[in-house]
């Protein structure tokens, strides 16, 4: 018994039309699909929403429900808004400049290239404050995968009794943070 892969990601969106507009205008994803009801198919209850479907490439769907009869939408004021974040994946460097370029194009603040030595990666915001990540692999990847792979277990154990950051794979962000 194993998963497949995820079937789709869903987000709470503030206004369904704007949101779907932002993505397919900033990051090109087709809009595959909308679900609207009075009533949530799984509880019954009534709560009228809008769900979109879009298309985050190799079957990957990103969604979102527009609620109109709910609060405004939050966040979770404990957790450093770094923290929570959805990641998609872009071919290679340049195209991760041109993503960049495109979004600043368009008026959005973007910050990065931040070097991760595996992947590189830029940040935003979309219209809803969900922030976004776009990232490419390192030319090394493979080979710097492979390191971490190999202390991973050691570090969790670490950080399970410790609860500071294991030194195993410091060399990770060394240059970034200017460590190196």
């Not at 009533?39 to 609620?67: I, R």
């Not at 070097?115 to 090394?140: K, M, Q, T, W």
Request: glycine residues 4%; contains cysteine.
């Amino acid at each position: 018994m194993k998963i497949e892969q995820i079937h789709h990601v869903a987000y709470r969106c503030k206004d369904a039309k704007e949101t779907v507009e932002w993505y397919t205008k900033n990051l090109n994803m087709d809009f595959v699909l909308a679900i609207a009801e009075d009533k949530v198919p799984s509880t019954h209850e009534p709560d009228p929403y809008m769900h979109l479907f879009l298309d985050a490439g190799n079957g990957n769907v990103l969604a979102f429900f527009e609620l109109p009869t709910k609060p405004e939408m939050g966040r979770d004021e404990n957790t450093p808004i770094w923290v929570q974040h959805i990641a998609f994946k872009v071919k290679d460097r340049e195209t991760l400049i041109e993503f960049k370029e495109h979004l600043e194009g368009n008026g959005i603040d973007v910050l990065g290239v931040t070097d991760h030595s595996i992947f590189h990666s830029i940040y935003f915001f979309d219209p809803n404050g969900h922030r976004v990540e776009l990232a490419c692999p390192d030319p090394a990847e493979e080979e710097k995968l492979k390191r971490l792979d190999a202390v991973k277990w050691d570090m969790l154990e670490e950080w399970s009794r410790t609860k500071k950051a294991p030194k195993h794979a410091d060399w990770l962000h060394a240059k970034e943070l200017g460590k190196a």
